[in-house]
């Protein structure tokens, strides 16, 4: 079965320094990996994925991630955060023999950046 | 952008009774999915639905759940007999059949509240 964790449920950091909000991942295979946020009373949107290629993804609003298939993780970064981004932050993963298998989703990490 | 809409926002109901969540996919998507939240917290896959019928559920989608594409573009999700438990936010999302690892495209979310 297919699992995501990701170990903080919270991640305070000021204006401006740089974020890192972790995820690992269980899957048979090469795994899909993805990152949504969820602003208050919002879906989820859809920041970036890794599917193939190169480890360092770049996504929108500056956000990038990185596949480490060694450590089985796929960390959220971005240089500079900024007071906008505070939201709640999912990673999800699929499978690749499941092919139209659903993504499962993490418990989510509330990231909070102070002005 | 095209967006996924649902309806209502906010659904109250009395516990035992029968509830209608509705969902209008994007419209050039042909994979529909059911997830809820509770409390903010993790979301958890419920069931895929593909080619007008169930292509995946989990164990939380019991005999009290059942999904229907009633027309061209509609997608609901029922519950039979709502428990107190199943006070959740409902998120409807597709995603479109080209790609099969493209991003899913969730809704605003219906908030259930079973008093």
């Known amino acids: 079965a297919q699992s995501v964790a990701q170990p903080e449920d919270q991640v305070n950091v000021a204006e401006g320094n740089p974020l890192t909000v972790k995820c690992t991942y269980s899957v048979s295979g090469n795994p899909y990996l993805f990152w949504y946020v969820q602003y208050p009373n919002r879906g989820l949107q859809f920041l970036l994925k890794?599917?193939?290629?190169?480890?360092l993804v770049k996504g929108s609003y500056g956000f990038e991630a990185e596949f480490n298939k060694s450590q089985t993780s796929f960390h959220l970064k971005k240089p500079s955060a900024l007071v906008s981004d505070s939201a709640l932050y999912f990673c999800a993963v699929r499978g690749p023999q499941e092919g139209r298998r659903a993504l499962t989703f993490g418990s989510g990490t509330r990231l909070q950046v102070q002005p | 952008e095209p967006e996924v809409t649902q309806t209502p926002s906010h659904q109250v109901t009395q516990m035992g009774q029968e509830v209608i969540l509705r969902c209008v996919p994007i419209s050039n998507h042909l994979y529909f999915y059911w997830y809820r939240q509770i409390l903010g917290q993790k979301v958890e896959f419920l069931v895929s639905f593909y080619n007008n019928e169930i292509s995946e559920k989990s164990e939380i989608f019991d005999d009290q759940f059942s999904v229907e594409r009633p027309d061209g573009s509609n997608f609901t999700l029922k519950i039979r007999s709502t428990k107190l438990e199943d006070s959740a936010m409902y998120f409807c999302?597709?995603?479109?059949?080209?790609?099969?690892?493209?991003?899913?495209?969730f809704g605003n979310g219906t908030r259930l509240t079973v008093t």
């Open positions: 999302a597709s995603r479109g059949i080209r790609d099969s690892n493209s991003p899913l495209h």
């Open positions: 890794y599917i193939t290629g190169d480890n």
